[in-house]
């Protein structure tokens, strides 16, 4: 099998994304799409909490400090919230947290927000590669906070 | 009903109404209002005196479904337990004027009390069944039926009422104008799989219609006409009875009757599309029985609030689990109960209850719950009071205490760790998905990545 080396990090950039899952519907679903062999980018880190109105501003921002070039939140659909509303909050916060994040130097299309149940893995494989190609045309986060 | 009201394990608290209800699985707080009959129940012998000799006649919308009239003072139904009537205060004649008084002069017992108040009652309780039931759809709704515009327009639970023995016509099945039908027309589906109304099915209507046209074709002779759009005969000896029905001269229209019209005299045309014919039809007929559909009772909402119920998009209470938990909710210690969760018909709705009280029984015999360590906890000293994981909370699980400070109730907190994320001054730890730990794997993947 052959393996890819990046040449320089211009020329094939990959970013590194830390993906906040939720345990019951993104989770599941990402799981899914391994099951079924789907192609889903191996940039994604994804870390696991019981629901996406668990993710604090400040662990995504915490997340762009420690070099992460992309954040991506996946939560249950509106409606379907394995705990009722946790999602709601989420669904707030994340557009606030935007807007904010141009005002620290950071392009807000770095971080994105969206819904993704445990039966929609070809969803979960669609998202994940696309938010992959809007980073990596963003290039590394190093050199957008100048350090 | 009977049992129930003798069983010395059972109070029966009829015309009464739940107000508020706090705590938590175990340890229910509930506040009931038991409403003022103006019958003094321990007194009242059920001779039934009062309301053989009560002046006032009301329509009865409720259970003669307005096809016949009860008095002012009146007991729900026949077979009503307690064997008690009550006043209804808006119609009776001493209520709204001052006059009359007859109930109580003829009462042997002394049993009338119009000064009797409502009555409010705190009870502790271990658990919660829901079991409120449905309420038919009204087709007023959807003018194409023309319900309303002709008395001879019924909808299942009316007929129900013609046919019955006790109804108002002592179970002949007779037009308004008190003539036998010579012709008609059942329609399935009338607020049901209809986008403008109801989506789902509601169950019970194709066996009740077959059961209905076989009792117009059996008592009356009538010709029949059955407008469907998909037999569901999917219980126990169901297919078997639709076989026998369809041998009995009925004659079945597999297409929707989407329209009545209220003729000139007085009959009733039914247009439908015959689907296997692939024609127009139309008929006129004398009565049509319109199978409306089951919805949610229209105080769901209220009801939901106060046990904190969630709800299906078809608006009917939330069962834990569609397959696999059919009678409990999201909350320990409430469950429901038959048709409140999803139209179903009598055999089913024993099922559900017989599963939905073994539950208790369960839950009872086990005497302690085991609840999930993964569970939020304030830190009193970082809290500041803002109340905000108050609301941010789905379950109601976080509370104020003595001390102005959050304190969250473990055995109602679910562990999402909503109120976590939310907590402006970080007071708040969900325990075994902590800032720490979730940072901690953050560092980690990305140090791995490189």
């Known amino acids: 099998m052959k393996v890819e080396r990046n040449i320089t990090m211009s020329e094939s950039f990959e970013p590194r994304i830390v993906a906040f899952l939720c345990n019951w519907c993104s989770y599941a679903g990402a799981d899914n799409a391994g099951i079924a062999r789907m192609q889903s980018p191996a940039n994604i880190l994804p870390v696991r909490v019981m629901c996406s109105g668990r993710v604090a501003p400040e662990m995504i921002l915490r997340a762009f400090r420690s070099g992460a070039d992309g954040v991506l939140v996946l939560g249950c659909h509106i409606g379907d919230c394995h705990y009722i509303s946790g999602n709601h909050r989420t669904a707030k916060r994340i557009p606030l947290l935007r807007n904010l994040l141009g005002h620290v130097g950071i392009n807000p299309d770095r971080l994105r927000l969206d819904w993704v149940s445990s039966a929609e893995a070809p969803k979960f494989a669609s998202v994940t590669q696309e938010f992959v190609e809007t980073v990596r045309s963003l290039g590394p986060i190093a050199e957008e906070m100048g350090g | 009903m009977m049992d129930a009201g003798r069983h010395p394990n059972i109070t029966l608290l009829t015309y009464s109404e739940v107000e508020e209800v706090s705590g938590y699985i175990g340890n229910f707080n509930v506040r009931i209002r038991k409403q003022a009959r103006s019958v003094q129940e321990d007194l009242c012998t059920g001779c039934g005196l009062c309301q053989e000799k009560c002046p006032t006649k009301v329509l009865d919308t409720a259970f003669e479904a307005g096809m016949g009239k009860r008095k002012a003072i009146y007991k729900p139904f026949a077979q009503a337990i307690p064997n008690v009537p009550l006043i209804d205060r808006e119609n009776c004649l001493f209520f709204t004027k001052g006059r009359c008084k007859l109930c109580e002069k003829v009462c042997p017992t002394g049993a009338i009390d119009y000064e009797q108040e409502d009555q409010l009652l705190d009870v502790q309780v271990g658990a919660i069944l829901v079991a409120t039931g449905f309420a038919p759809w009204n087709p007023v709704q959807l003018s194409q039926y023309s319900y309303g515009r002709s008395p001879n327009i019924l909808t299942g639970l009316q007929f129900e009422r013609l046919t019955s023995a006790t109804g108002p016509t002592g179970g002949e099945i007779l037009t308004a104008e ?146 696999l938990r059919p009678v409990e909710t999201s909350t320990g210690g409430v469950f429901l109960a038959g048709a409140c969760q999803g139209p179903r018909d009598v055999p089913d709705t024993v099922t559900h209850a017989g599963a939905a009280a073994m539950e208790v029984v369960r839950l009872f015999n086990q005497g302690e719950v085991t609840i999930s360590p993964t569970v939020a906890v304030v830190d009193a000293e970082q809290c500041v009071g803002c109340g905000e994981c108050i609301l941010a909370c789905p379950y109601s699980a976080i509370a104020r205490n003595a001390e102005e400070r959050a304190e969250i109730n473990a055995a109602l907190c679910h562990g999402c760790g909503t109120c976590a994320a939310t907590c402006p001054a970080g007071a708040i730890t969900a325990l075994h998905f902590t800032d720490e730990e979730i940072v901690a794997q953050i560092d980690g993947l990305l140090v791995l990545a490189t």
């Open chain 2, 178 to 323: 008190g003539k036998k039908p010579e012709r008609v027309a059942l329609i399935h589906c009338v607020g049901s799989r209809d986008e403008r109304a109801h989506a789902y099915c509601s169950r019970i209507c194709c066996m009740y219609s077959l059961k209905q046209a076989h009792q117009v074709r059996d008592k009356t002779g009538a010709a029949v006409y059955d407008f469907y759009m998909d037999m569901r005969a999917f219980g126990k000896a169901y297919e078997e009875f639709y076989a026998r029905v369809q041998e009995e001269g009925i004659t079945f229209v597999r297409g929707r009757g989407t329209e009545v019209q209220v003729l000139p005299d007085g009959k009733l045309q039914v247009k439908a599309e015959d689907t296997l014919l692939g024609r127009l039809v139309a008929v006129d007929v004398d009565i049509v029985i319109l199978a409306t559909a089951v919805e949610p009772q229209s105080d769901a909402g209220r009801v939901a609030g106060l046990f904190g119920l969630g709800r299906t998009p078809d608006g009917f209470f939330a069962e834990a689990h569609p397959k």
